[in-house]
């Protein structure tokens, strides 16, 4: 194998893996965006994702994501 094509594997493994824990923590991620005012989430999963993934960037942009999830749920982004 080339060192390319090794590379883009990991790439792949590690989008596999935050994508994983992603929608693990899809519940606790729509609780937080809840309790910051954030009203009704799409009923499928796959737009649920998306719809809460963009609220994420959104508080992401105004400072708010890290120190406010934290502060909101005791756990950590993503771990």
């Known amino acids: ?19 994983r824990l992603f929608m693990k923590k899809l519940p606790l991620f729509v609780t937080f965006l809840r309790g910051k005012g954030f009203g009704a989430l799409p009923e499928g999963q796959k737009e649920r994702a998306r719809a809460v993934f963009g609220a994420l960037l ?13 502060g909101d749920t005791g756990q950590h982004f993503l771990t």
């Open 1 to 19: 194998m080339s060192k390319g094509t090794l590379y883009i594997e990991g790439i792949e493994r590690q989008i596999y893996r935050y994508k």
């Open 58 to 70: 959104s508080l992401h942009r105004v400072g708010e994501l890290m120190d406010g999830f934290f």
